[in-house]
Every structure is written in C-alpha cells, then in structure tokens.
C-alpha cells in the first residue's frame, strides 16, 4: 500500500516562502522522471549520522543505484535531510560553525534526481567539527537554518 503524505514546511508566503520546500514520502523510491529514482526514507541517513538525532524527512540518491551492469565499489550517498525541531539549534550551541555553501551542485551521475530540490534561498552554515575524512571514508555536511535543513554527502559513510 501506498502512503502519501506531504508538508509544506516554512514560515508562510511572501519573505517566508524562501524556507519552503514540500517534502514527500513514499515509502522507499520516488520517480524523479526518467526512471531516476530518490530514497524517502529516514532510517538509512540516521544510520550513516546519528549524530544528527531522528530526523522527520529525507530524500537521497546512492551509487549503487544504477542500472549498471557493474556495481560501485564504494558507496556514496547524498541528498537532504530535515533536523528534528531544535535540533540544529543544539548543534549549532555546542560547535563552531561557518557560513559555507556546498561548491557546486550535484554533479555525479547517482546525484542528478537531486538537481533542483532542496530548500529554496538557503542559508547555509558548516560545522567543520561534524565533517568526517580519513578511513576510506568522508562525510561533509551543510545546514540551512531557515528550514532545519541539513544537505549531505558522504562516500563510504557506515566506515
């Protein structure tokens, strides 16, 4: 069965509107067009930064998402996020951060469902303590905080 559920998330319309971004769920993948296809779901993301909390929605895309006839060795994934309400709040309190933009959209080929979506006029910060290098793995994160937001990419993010 098929759940459907969307939000308008943001303070209103006029100078609100820039923090609005309707979210949807629909239980796993979604049809970007094209047969391109994003994750909904949550627990996958929680999983890979549970230093984040719980978060109330998620759309994200994954190397291994392909029709490839040759699996990605390395998982990469990205996408967004939104934070628990106050979430980003506590972070923000209890490390530094930067006003930083992500350099760049998404320009992998896993990453192209994500083209366009996102918070509209985002505000975005960094919190470098939050990012992750080293391993085989890395992890980089932006947060909006006008929409509680948090943008991701991460290659080999579960170590």
Known sequence: MERRRVLGIGAGLGAGAGAVWAWRAFGGREDAGGGAKWHTDSAPVEA??????????????????????????????SGFARL??????????????????????????????????????????????????GGGSSTRLWFDRGSDTVRFTALNPYG
């Open 84 to 133: 628990a309400p106050g979430r980003l709040a506590e972070l923000t309190a209890a490390h530094a951060f930067v006003p930083e933009a992500p350099t760049g959209g998404f320009t992998s080929w896993f990453e192209k469902p994500l083209a366009g979506r996102g918070p509209q006029h985002p505000r975005w910060i960094r919190i470098p303590g939050l990012d992750r290098d």
């Open 48 to 77: 890979a930064f549970p230093e984040l909390g719980p978060l109330t929605d998620a759309e994200w895309v994954s190397s291994r998402d392909n029709e490839r006839d040759l699996p990605s060795p390395e998982l990469s994934i």
